[in-house]
T-cell receptor, first 115, second 113 residues
Framework: DTEVTQTPKHLVMGMTNKKSLKCEQHMGHRAMYWYKQKAKKPPELMFVYSYEKLSINESVPSRFSPECPNSSLLNLHLHALQPEDSALYLC??????????????FGDGTRLSIL | AQSVSQHNHHVILSEAASLELGCNYSYGGTVNLFWYVQYPGQHLQLLLKYFSGDPLVKGIKGFEAEFIKSKFSFNLRKPSVQWSDTAEYFCAVNAKGYSTLTFGKGTMLLVSP
């Protein structure tokens, strides 16, 4: 089992809906990440939070809105998504954003389908 | 910016065969290197990592990898694969001082019993 918990595991939503993905870790990690993974492709970085502050936004459309309310939680708010946004959304955490030799720990992901 | 190239997109082996998956990276500075595995329906798990010292690193489940700096390579090996090794394998790299990972496209390994 992974130490990074993501909910929900599956989500189906219409293009006009608003939903949120949640991610939680209790390993004391202060860097948290959102990735998008399409089928048979590698994970693509979306956002990086370091000490609860957004440090990297990889030019992600504004219909994806991340939030880090505390050091253990990371949310991804979704609004007006497009069918091409259907993918597996992965959350990860690591000890510190500048500790490059520490691995990232990944959650199981949320499989998102946009109708 | 760094990039990672995995040579094989699909590999099919019989049980007990030896495995070598290629990984090359492109970056002008010092890097850390990782291999992650994604079993069907499961999360990405770290197999092994290299950041300094002995270029031959051993990971979980009998996997090892060798960092060859002159070739910018970090190939993954296992002497004898098992059916349970069927999974997607990703090589990843980050630059020293930055945790952000760049992944290769992945290699899907299918081991037939």
């Amino acid at each position: 089992d992974t130490e990074v918990t993501q909910t929900p595991k599956h989500l189906v939503m219409g293009m006009t809906n608003k939903k949120s993905l949640k991610c939680e870790q209790h390993m004391g990690h202060r860097a948290m990440y959102w990735y998008k993974q399409k089928a048979k492709k590698p994970p693509e970085l979306m956002f990086v939070y370091s000490y609860e502050k957004l440090s990297i936004n990889e030019s992600v459309p504004s219909r994806f809105s991340p939030e880090c309310p505390n050091s253990s939680l990371l949310n991804l708010h979704l609004h007006a998504l497009q069918p091409e946004d259907s993918a597996l959304y992965l959350c990860a955490s690591s000890l510190r954003a500048t500790y490059s030799n520490q691995p990232q720990h990944f959650g199981d992901g949320t499989r998102l389908s946009i109708l | 910016a760094q990039s990672v190239s995995q040579h094989n997109h699909h590999v099919i082996l019989s049980e007990a065969a030896s495995l070598e998956l290629g990984c090359n990276y492109s970056y002008g500075g010092t890097v850390n290197l990782f291999w992650y595995v994604q079993y069907p329906g499961q999360h990405l798990q770290l197999l092994l990592k290299y950041f300094s010292g002995d270029p031959l690193v051993k990971g979980i489940k009998g996997f090892e990898a060798e960092f060859i700096k002159s070739k910018f390579s970090f190939n993954l090996r296992k002497p004898s694969v098992q059916w349970s090794d069927t999974a997607e394998y990703f090589c990843a790299v980050n630059a020293k001082g930055y945790s952000t990972l760049t992944f290769g496209k992945g290699t899907m390994l299918l081991v037939s019993p």
